[in-house]
C-alpha cells in the first residue's frame, strides 16, 4: 500500500521559507518519478513542482520557477520542496504525490496521494 506522509507547513510571512518533506513507504520509491500538487479552497488541484525517478530532471509551474527546488533522497525514501519569497498566493494544502512511471508528466495531477501539509503565508 502506497503511503505518502507530508510535513512541514506552517505560518508564514510573505517573503519567508519552508521546507516541506514527505515520507513514503509501500513502493519502490526510487523507481518512480514524484511530485508535488497544491490546493486552495475552492480551486482546482494544481500541479506545483515534480522530478524523476533519479533526481536528475525537475519540473515547476510557472509561478515556481526561481522560488521552489524539489528534490529527493532515495536512501532515506524522502521527497522535498523548499519553498522561498512564498507569496499570499501559495497559500494551499501541499501533497506529495507518486507518478505510476519513472518520468514526470507536467501538470499530471492524479497520482496517489498523502493527506497533506498547510501552507498559509500571511502578515
Known amino acids: 500500500e502506497v503511503r505518502l506522509v507530508e510535513s512541514g507547513g506552517g505560518l508564514v510571512q510573505p517573503g519567508g521559507s519552508l521546507r516541506l518533506s514527505c515520507e513514503a513507504s509501500?513502493?519502490?520509491?526510487?523507481?518512480?518519478?514524484m511530485g508535488w500538487v497544491r490546493q486552495s479552497p475552492g480551486k482546482e488541484l494544481e500541479w506545483v513542482s515534480a522530478?524523476?525517478?533519479?533526481?536528475?530532471?525537475?519540473g515547476y509551474r510557472e509561478s515556481a520557477k526561481g522560488r521552489f527546488t524539489i528534490s529527493r533522497d532515495n536512501s532515506r525514501n524522502t521527497l522535498y520542496l523548499q519553498l522561498t519569497d512564498l507569496k499570499t498566493e501559495d497559500t494551499a494544502m501541499y501533497f506529495c504525490?507518486?507518478?505510476?512511471?519513472?518520468?514526470?508528466?507536467?501538470?499530471?495531477?492524479?497520482?496517489?496521494r498523502g493527506q497533506g501539509t498547510q501552507v498559509t503565508v500571511s502578515s
Open positions: 504525490m507518486q507518478y505510476p512511471q519513472s518520468f514526470f508528466i507536467k501538470y499530471f495531477t492524479v497520482g496517489d
Open positions: 509501500g513502493f519502490a520509491f526510487s523507481e518512480h518519478a
Open positions: 522530478i524523476d525517478y533519479n533526481g536528475a530532471t525537475t
